[in-house]
């Protein structure tokens, strides 16, 4: 039985912060909202249900860990998972519809309380600094996976075991067949390739989520669309992506970094995003470089890149940096690639 270590039980994106800063508004909406890509008008609520959001902008529930019931399982590696208690019901029935397929999967993770998440992010800040922290944790109160109701699956292949996420990933075939199943018990794919911009998290194939109501799930995947759209908090209208020309960096390198700026836009409330775009290789001189390492003593970076966004803000803003009903034209989005091959923000604005 395979032990796994505490820093490989928070390795899912959707349970960390998708390793940027986050300066623009993260607290709660509190009001409900339509638009014309609804199907449904959500409405806040203090209480537990099976269509709550929880998102970057959206908060748990007050009353959700005191209504929430819940059973506890232990997986194929001998970890402890805790899920909602209809959610898991409804997570067997698909585990013995996917086996009918020769298909065998468990689940990876499930809830993790506030506490919980609070007591990671407190020994995070006392090891690393509250600075990296905050880059490396999901803040408390903000992650699906406080609702019990988020399943990260793992497959297991031939007997083996594949739990982590650059080997799952490569299942596509696998994950497709799991995905059109989901709808039938009541469950989505949460967060969608190209949608980091409403949902906050990169492509994860693993992460479905329990809604109880299998007609709804079936239009949100038959429509390709995101819980959040389903339910009137985002739009789902398609961003203008301009890679350009580089001689410096492949397309898969700039959209690695574009998935990153939009995953930080995702905590903007409300605001529409229209159209992001390389600023070209002439943004990459020296004398950039020499700015962006000035700004953090800690990291000697080597390669930087630049972006620029339009995007719209809601005609009443929550974000007090931003104006209300305004058109904001090429603002400016600074990277530079860490030691994982990853890009880091490193800076934005005007
Ligand atoms: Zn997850």
Same mark, same amino acid.
């Given at each position: 039985?395979?032990?796994?270590?505490?820093?490989?039980?928070?390795?899912?994106?959707?349970?960390?912060? $998708?390793?940027?800063? $986050?300066?623009?508004? @993260?607290?709660?909406?509190?009001?409900?909202?339509?638009?014309?890509?609804?199907?449904?008008?959500?409405?806040?609520? *203090? *209480?537990?249900?099976?269509?709550?959001? /929880?998102?970057?902008? +959206?908060?748990?529930?007050? =009353?959700?860990?005191?209504?929430?019931?819940?059973?506890?399982?232990?997986?194929? /590696?001998?970890?402890?998972?805790?899920? @909602?208690?209809?959610?898991?019901?409804?997570?067997?029935?698909?585990?013995?519809?996917?086996?009918?397929?020769?298909?065998?999967?468990?689940?990876?993770?499930?809830?993790?309380?506030?506490?919980?998440?609070?007591?990671?992010? *407190?020994?995070?800040?006392?090891?690393?600094?509250?600075?990296?922290?905050?880059?490396? /944790?999901?803040?408390?109160?903000?992650?699906?996976?406080? $609702?019990?109701?988020?399943l990260d699956l793992y497959l297991i292949v031939d007997g083996k075991d594949?739990?982590? =996420?650059?080997?799952?990933?490569?299942?596509? @075939?696998?994950?497709?067949?799991?995905?059109?199943?989901?709808? #039938?018990?009541?469950?989505?794919?949460?967060?969608?390739?190209?949608?980091?911009?409403?949902?906050?998290?990169?492509?994860?194939? !693993?992460? %479905?989520?329990?809604?109880?109501?299998?007609?709804?799930? &079936?239009?949100? $995947?038959?429509?390709?669309?995101?819980?959040?759209?389903?339910?009137?908090?985002?739009?789902?209208?398609?961003?203008?992506?301009?890679?350009?020309?580089?001689?410096?960096?492949?397309?898969?390198?700039?959209?690695?970094?574009?998935?990153?700026? &939009?995953? #930080?836009?995702?905590?903007? +409330?409300?605001?529409?995003?229209?159209? %992001?775009?390389?600023?070209?290789?002439?943004?990459?001189?020296?004398? =950039?470089?020499? !700015?962006? =390492?000035?700004?953090?003593?800690?990291?000697?970076?080597?390669?930087?890149?630049?972006?620029?966004?339009?995007? +719209?803000?809601?005609?009443?803003? &929550?974000?007090?940096?931003?104006?209300?009903?305004?058109?904001?034209?090429?603002?400016?989005? !600074?990277?530079?690639?860490?030691?994982?091959?990853? !890009?880091?923000?490193?800076?934005?604005?005007?």
């Amino acid at each position: 039985m395979k032990k796994r270590s505490f820093i490989s039980i928070i390795i899912c994106m959707c349970l960390m912060a $998708t390793l940027i800063l $986050t300066s623009c508004g @993260e607290k709660a909406d509190t009001e409900s909202k339509s638009s014309k890509n609804t199907t449904a008008t959500y409405v806040e609520s *203090d *209480d537990f249900s099976y269509m709550a959001l /929880v998102n970057k902008t +959206h908060k748990l529930p007050k =009353n959700w860990e005191k209504q929430l019931k819940t059973v506890k399982m232990t997986n194929s /590696v001998g970890d402890e998972v805790e899920t @909602e208690k209809k959610a898991y019901d409804a997570y067997q029935k698909l585990k013995a519809a996917l086996k009918k397929e020769k298909i065998y999967v468990d689940l990876d993770s499930a809830r993790r309380s506030v506490k919980e998440q609070q007591r990671i992010m *407190d020994d995070f800040t006392k090891q690393y600094g509250a600075d990296y922290a905050a880059k490396t /944790v999901a803040k408390p109160g903000y992650s699906e996976h406080h $609702t019990g109701l988020a399943l990260d699956l793992y497959l297991i292949v031939d007997g083996k075991d594949i739990v982590e =996420n650059e080997d799952m990933i490569k299942f596509t @075939e696998i994950w497709a067949k799991i995905h059109k199943l989901l709808p #039938k018990y009541g469950f989505i794919l949460r967060y969608l390739e190209g949608k980091e911009h409403i949902t906050g998290y990169g492509y994860e194939p !693993w992460h %479905i989520r329990y809604i109880d109501d299998a007609k709804a799930a &079936k239009e949100i $995947t038959d429509k390709g669309i995101t819980f959040e759209s389903y339910l009137g908090t985002a739009s789902e209208d398609p961003v203008k992506i301009d890679y350009g020309k580089s001689k410096l960096y492949t397309k898969k390198q700039l959209e690695a970094a574009v998935i990153q700026i &939009k995953c #930080k836009f995702a905590f903007w +409330h409300e605001c529409k995003l229209e159209n %992001i775009r390389y600023a070209g290789d002439k943004a990459v001189t020296e004398k =950039n470089l020499k !700015w962006i =390492n000035s700004l953090d003593k800690n990291n000697k970076y080597k390669k930087i890149c630049e972006f620029l966004m339009d995007f +719209h803000t809601p005609e009443k803003s &929550k974000d007090d940096a931003l104006e209300s009903d305004h058109e904001y034209k090429d603002y400016q989005w !600074w990277l530079a690639q860490n030691e994982e091959g990853g !890009w880091d923000i490193v800076s934005q604005g005007y």
